[in-house]
């Protein structure tokens, strides 16, 4: 079945840097696009970044173009999100999923807070 493991979060100070991944398993990885959504405490679900099955076409959210980099290992089935100068807003769970499949991990939390 299909699965989506996200690690990588944590709690880091404003203007740190974390770096998250997604182990995907169970569909044909390299054949989807992979997105990687984010859900704040009492607001909805919102896709940060997104990337084409094989990365040639990649965007962004405004609140995190420049400061966020989506990329991908087809060989490792996993998708990054590299997130740099982090601010308190990008406080959230985060989410990975692949286009076209309606399947969730269990997210991982990043806090950013001083």
């Known amino acids: 079945q299909v699965q989506l493991v996200e690690s990588g979060g944590g709690r880091v100070q404003p203007g740190g840097s974390l770096r998250l991944s997604c182990l995907a398993s169970?569909?044909?990885?390299?054949?989807?696009?992979m997105r990687w959504f984010r859900q704040a405490q009492g607001k909805e679900r919102e896709m940060v970044a997104r990337i084409s099955f094989a990365g040639r076409a990649i965007n962004y959210a405004a609140s995190v173009k420049g400061r966020f980099t989506i990329f991908r290992d087809n060989a490792k089935n996993t998708v990054y999100l590299q997130m740099n100068s982090l601010k308190p807003e990008d406080t959230a769970m985060y989410y990975c999923?692949?286009?076209?499949?309606?399947?969730w991990g269990q997210g991982t939390q990043v806090t950013v807070s001083s």
């Open positions: 999923n692949a286009a076209g499949l309606d399947y």
């Open positions: 169970g569909f044909a990885f390299d054949s989807h696009g």
